[in-house]
């Protein structure tokens, strides 16, 4: 049995390794990356081999007046300074990491689809490949890894499956402006979302669309509702006119990505002004998966491209087509999607299930947590 010193010390290692991997997608596609200094101050040379043993290309001579750098490296700089783990030596730390890894990734299953204009997406999907489907549409431009939760709470008794949104995946080194070639509309990424059904053989699927990735999950239930058995939204960030109020963020949002989304030169120069203050409403743990976006000025347009096309989709024609029983989730006090625009959808789907917690932020909808997975799992015992 292991002694309560080395419980804690795998217990912090296991967090720094968490904090790490935050960060591998972004260097996938980014190329080296470089923190700020002040990141590693308490144990550099533990932090610089666990970065050696997993693989993830981090060095930390980056500025420390670049607010987006600090956000990214917020979980790495709280979990090296456990004191757990001053008396591990760095080779051990990469060894012990590698088994973490290992053990984490376990049941997950990484396919890469090419798309015929060229846009890559990397899938991740999980659980039985016999199991019903679940095919999750994701917060538009972040990484999929703000959905692992889920991907682990349903894994045992479903096939999940969540991709990367078009031009988050493929390297930036390969092609830095590939991404103008392809169409960054909510059509292709929907038709993107059938793609990988199509890939995997996923079958007939219930289709989650978290946040802006309602908006193409809407698209493509209308579409195709011989695939898509049901479908829930959770706090989903919809443009519906008139019918329902948008909050400050949604507006003020909106018209800083139109601007980013104008050309490369202007992202550059926004992501500039961002970052050089301090950047508020970013919550603890998930840090560098929110903030990624704004981590170079390519993601930044890229980004804006992207959820700039979802937010001006205008979602009131698409969903008066959906006929496939749907759970809407949302939070009374969401000050990021109004809750008004998850409140009109349920009024005019004609099988819909509302559900409003009296408190919660948008993030939360990522959590899959004990509540959230019985509101979706009973939903689907009636459902099917």
């Known amino acids: 049995m292991a002694s309560p ?22 260097i996938r596609q980014t190329g080296p990356f470089a923190l700020s200094a002040g990141t590693c101050d308490r144990a550099p040379e533990l932090v610089n081999a666990v970065c050696r043993g997993l693989g993830v290309a981090l060095t930390f001579d980056g500025p420390d007046d670049d607010h987006a750098l600090l956000a990214l490296a917020a979980g790495i700089r709280r979990a090296q300074q456990a004191p757990a783990l001053a008396a591990l030596a760095p080779e051990e730390a990469a060894r012990q990491a590698r088994e973490i890894r ?16 060229g846009a ?20 538009c431009g972040m990484s999929h890894r703000l959905a692992l939760p889920w991907l682990r709470a349903l894994g045992t008794g ?17 092609d830095p402006t590939g991404f103008d070639r392809y169409r ?17 053989d996923l079958g007939p699927f219930h289709l989650m669309g978290m946040c802006g990735g309602a908006v193409p999950a809407l698209l493509l239930a209308r579409r195709r509702p011989d695939l898509c058995r049901s479908l829930s939204l959770w706090h989903a960030d919809l443009e519906l006119g008139p019918e329902a109020a948008k909050t400050e963020h949604q507006t003020n949002l909106r018209s800083l990505l139109d601007l980013a989304g104008e050309s490369r030169e202007t992202a550059g ?4 002004r961002i970052v050089s203050g301090p950047m508020t409403g970013i919550p603890p743990g998930l840090g560098p998966l929110v903030v990624r976006p704004y981590a170079t000025g390519e993601l930044f347009y890229r980004y804006a491209r992207l959820t ?14 959906v006929t496939r029983p749907t759970l809407i989730v949302t939070s009374a006090d969401d000050t990021t999607a109004h809750p008004d625009g998850s409140r009109w959808l349920a009024g005019l789907l004609p099988d819909a299930r509302l559900t409003v917690t009296e408190h919660g932020s948008h993030l939360d909808a990522f959590r899959a947590d004990p509540g959230q997975q019985e509101t979706l799992l009973s939903f689907l015992r009636e459902r099917h």
């Open 102 to 117: 290992d053990r984490d990734d376990e049941g997950l299953r990484v396919h890469h689809i090419t798309r015929p204009d």
């Open 308 to 321: 700039g096309s979802t937010m001006h989709w205008d979602s009131r024609e698409t969903a008066a087509a």
């Open 269 to 272: 120069w926004l992501r500039d």
């Open 158 to 174: 479903y096939r999940c499956v969540v991709p990367q949104t078009r031009g988050t995946s493929e390297p930036l080194t390969d």
């Open 184 to 200: 960054p509309g909510v059509p292709e990424q929907a038709d993107d979302l059938l793609a990988v059904a199509d890939a995997l």
């Open 120 to 139: 890559r997406l990397e899938v991740v999907e999980t659980g039985p490949e016999d199991a019903p489907g679940v095919l999750i549409s994701p917060a």
């Open 5 to 26: 010193a080395d419980a804690a010390t795998t217990e912090a290692l296991a967090d720094l390794v968490a904090a790490v991997r935050q960060l591998e997608g972004l």
